[in-house]
Structures are given as structure tokens and as C-alpha cells.
């Protein structure tokens, strides 16, 4: 019930409806808590209820960090690799 | 961008690994939601960390925090003539005094799995003879679904549809856990889906009252080595705070659609939770305008008594985070997925089942 993947939009109907794709197997969805959402966007669902849609500049704000990181662990010696 | 596989990336959990080991220090941190709990487990997040970080669970797993006599409230309206109840799939396994719901929906024919409480709400409009009632269970991010379902059918004139709800409100749970000394609860990693309904403002009390650090955190492997990360900066620097690692998916404001109709919908009531016990301000009672369609105003459940926890069974201390699964003597030997005894083994999200599945991992 919790477990929500992220899932694409793959098209919006009428009525709050849309079409949406989570690992290859389309279900429908209510984007009513949504109204942003639209064709492309990756949403979270619960319940049959798209409750939030994904920020891809945030996203990719996030990966940056982690890659600034793993680059800096790279070049410090680990605590535990001295002497 | 496909939000799944980049955040499971293993070359950039080194950087994040190396940094949690330059700040370790001995810490308790709980982890709210079944979501993280399962991730937690299935990516062995544990071993990649320094012994002196614990990573405990908390009663994020909605299935498992709900009494059995709720449970048995639900078998008890399915059993009465004309009623169909409709219910999600895990909470169907967890054993109670009068069976469990599969067993009726394979028997009697009178319980009918669902995904969303608007299949619920399409049997309503057809199966006009039969009164249709939707068992609503879970957190914050379900409850939203079942408030827009209450005013569809209000909206239809839907009579023949109802809720029995056991909908439960996390914040003031976790002020009761954080003053609990047996949990010893020294940082909190909080539930991503439930925050992008209410927002992380939501637990600025753990952190200003209680001077605990709060992340509110994603539910890829590196989202929860970041937060593990951003909780030890946040000690070391001795401020602690609420932060927001999960920004694409977490808006500030939360979801105002979706609290404006738990707000017209719903209304606050004390709620018993497993382990816990009675919490005031934790849960979501049906409010008068929406009467027509409760199940506990159309029915007279009060004859369900509460139900004592199953013998031996350490659910109610798990929850709390007191105890490990490991540490209940039935866990792996007469409680397991196949079988349970608890609700923590029943639910995919619950503590016991995911150290069931992913033990040895």
C-alpha cells in the first residue's frame, strides 16, 4: 500500500483521470491532488491517488551532491587507510 | 530521469558512506514508514554503516499499528447479511480472533480486495442493492484518497456506501515515542510520502522542543545514506533541525488539495495504536456532515471487544522500536510470512516481515 514507485503519466482524461505507467504495467490513476501533473511527468502514487509529482531540477540537484561526494571521498584518504 | 534507477547508483554511495563514518557517533535513529523500513532491509543500508549507528524501526507500517479489534470490527460487518466490504491487500493476512479477512473472502464471498477506495465507490453506484463499505486504513498519504471518496459519494448521493475508518495521524504518535526513555530515540528520518501531504513543518515541535534532528528522506538506498549523513552533521554541529533531503518530491506547503479535504471530511479523535496504545489527536474520525456515510454511525459495533496481543508476540515492542525482531522468540520459528502470529510479519512494511525476507542478504 506504501510501497509507491515512481510512475509516468501517459496520458490525462477528463474527470481527474490519467494513464499512468509504473514498470512497464499501465494502471489508471486520480490526479484530483495533482492538477499540475500532465503527460511526461513522473508522479507518486498511493491508493489509486497521484499525491505528489516529481521536481526533475531537484532531482538532479540531489544526484550532483552525491557525485560531489563520491569525487571527494575518492581524492581524501579514508581515516582508516593512514599509517 | 526515470526517479529510480540513479538514486540506486552504488558508486555514488561511497562518497556518502565515507562521509557517515567521519561523523559516527553513537546515535539511535527511527525510521517512520514501512517504505524505508523495507528499504533499509533490502539494501543491507545497516552493514554499510559504523556499529555505533542503530537504525531502529518505528510504526510505520500502517497494517500493523491497527488493533485487532479494528480488524475484528471489519470481519464483523462482512459477516452481517448484505454487506460487501472492501479492503486493501495487506491488511486481508493479519490474524485475529475470528480469522483473518482473506479467509472470508474465500469463504463467504463477502469481503472484495481493492487498490483504490474509488473501486469502492464504483461497486456503490453498481451494485445498488448491496451496501458497500470500504475498510479505510493507513497514514497520512492514504487518507486523502478516502476524504475525496467520501465527498464523491456524498456529491453522487451514494447511500449504500460507507467507511469504517482507522485512519491514523503521525506527528503526535512520534511526541509520545520521543518522550518514551525506553525507546531512546536520538534522531528521527521522517516519512517522505506521508510529508508531501503535511509538509516538514509538521515536526519542528522533535526538533525545538525536544532538540532531536529530523530529515525528512526519500526511499532510494542513497536517499537514506544521505539522511543517515545529514542527521549525524546536524549532532555534530549540536542544531538540531528539520530537513528536507527529499526536495523532489516535497513541497514546503505539502499537498493543500489534499489536507483541505481531510479537513472537511475528517475530524480528530483519540486512536488506539498497537504497541502504543491510546494516543489523543492521532486519529481520523468521519465528521457529522459526512454521518450518512459512516460505518460506525449505521452499524453498532460495540460489542467487538479489544483483543489481548497473541502470546509471546513482541509486535507491541518492536513498534516502539524497544525491541528488534530477532529479539521475539517466534520470529523465523512459528511466526513467518507464510504464517504469521503478528501483523509485523503480515504487511511487506512491517519490521518483522522485511527481516524475514532479507535475512542473510
Known amino acids: ?83 | 530521469m526515470k526517479f529510480i534507477s540513479e538514486f540506486r547508483e552504488g558508486a555514488l554511495g561511497s562518497g556518502l558512506v565515507r562521509r557517515i563514518e567521519r561523523l559516527s557517533r553513537p546515535i539511535r535513529i527511527m525510521e517512520v514508514c514501512g517504505g524505508h523500513t523495507h528499504v533499509i532491509c533490502r539494501y543491507g543500508i545497516r552493514d554499510l554503516l559504523p556499529p555505533d549507528i542503530q537504525l531502529i524501526h518505528g510504526p510505520g507500517c500502517p497494517v500493523c499499528v491497527i488493533p485487532q479489534h479494528e480488524i475484528e470490527k471489519a470481519i464483523e460487518l462482512s459477516t452481517r447479511p448484505g454487506i460487501l466490504l472492501c479492503c486493501f491487500g495487506d491488511v486481508m493476512r493479519v490474524p485475529t480472533r475470528r480469522g483473518t479477512l482473506f479467509s472470508l473472502a474465500r469463504g463467504r464471498g463477502s469481503v472484495k480486495m481493492v487498490y483504490s477506495p474509488l473501486e469502492a465507490i464504483e461497486m456503490a453506484a453498481a451494485l445498488p442493492d448491496k451496501e458497500i463499505v470500504f475498510f479505510a486504513i493507513g497514514f497520512e498519504t492514504t487518507a486523502p484518497s478516502t476524504a475525496l471518496a467520501l465527498k464523491r459519494a456524498s456529491s453522487q448521493g451514494l447511500a449504500n456506501f460507507k467507511v469504517l475508518s482507522t485512519h491514523f495521524i503521525i506527528p503526535p504518535a512520534l511526541r509520545v515515542l520521543v518522550k518514551d526513555s525506553s525507546s531512546r530515540i536520538g534522531a528521527f528520518i521522517a516519512p517522505g510520502h506521508v510529508t508531501t501531504i503535511i509538509g516538514p513543518d509538521a515536526y519542528c515541535f522533535l526538533a525545538d522542543e525536544y532538540n532531536r534532528p529530523v530529515v525528512v528522506t526519500g526511499f532510494e538506498p542513497l536517499d537514506l545514506l544521505q539522511a543517515i549523513m545529514l542527521i549525524l552533521q546536524q549532532a555534530a554541529e549540536g542544531k538540531p533541525r528539520v530537513e528536507n533531503q527529499y526536495t523532489r518530491a516535497v513541497r514546503v506547503q505539502g499537498n493543500r488539495r489534499a489536507l483541505e479535504a481531510m479537513d472537511e471530511v475528517f475530524e480528530i479523535r483519540p486512536a488506539i495504536w498497537r504497541g502504543l496504545g491510546l494516543i489523543p489527536g492521532t486519529g481520523l474520525g468521519i465528521a457529522p456532515a459526512f454521518a450518512p456515510w459512516d460505518a460506525e454511525k449505521a452499524w453498532d459495533l460495540s460489542q467487538v471487544e479489544p483483543a489481548p496481543e497473541p502470546p509471546g508476540c513482541l509486535c507491541g515492542d518492536v513498534l516502539k522500536g524497544v525491541s528488534q525482531p530477532k529479539d521475539c522468540s517466534l520470529f523465523a520459528v512459528s511466526c513467518t510470512p507464510d504464517s504469521p502470529v503478528g501483523p509485523c510479519m503480515v504487511s511487506p512494511e512491517g519490521a518483522c516481515a522485511a527481516h524475514y525476507r532479507y535475512r542473510g542478504a
Do not use: N, W
Open chain 1, 1 to 83: 500500500m506504501c510501497l509507491a514507485i515512481p510512475a509516468k503519466v501517459i496520458s490525462v482524461e477528463p474527470g481527474g483521470l490519467a494513464m499512468i505507467e509504473i514498470e512497464g504495467v499501465r494502471h489508471k490513476a486520480s490526479v484530483e491532488l495533482v492538477p499540475e501533473a500532465e503527460v511526461g511527468s513522473y508522479v507518486i502514487v498511493h491508493a489509486g491517488f497521484a499525491i505528489s509529482v516529481l521536481d526533475q531540477e531537484e532531482a538532479q540537484g540531489t544526484l550532483k551532491l552525491f557525485q560531489e561526494m563520491a569525487e571527494m571521498a575518492a581524492e581524501t584518504p579514508h581515516v582508516g587507510d593512514i599509517g
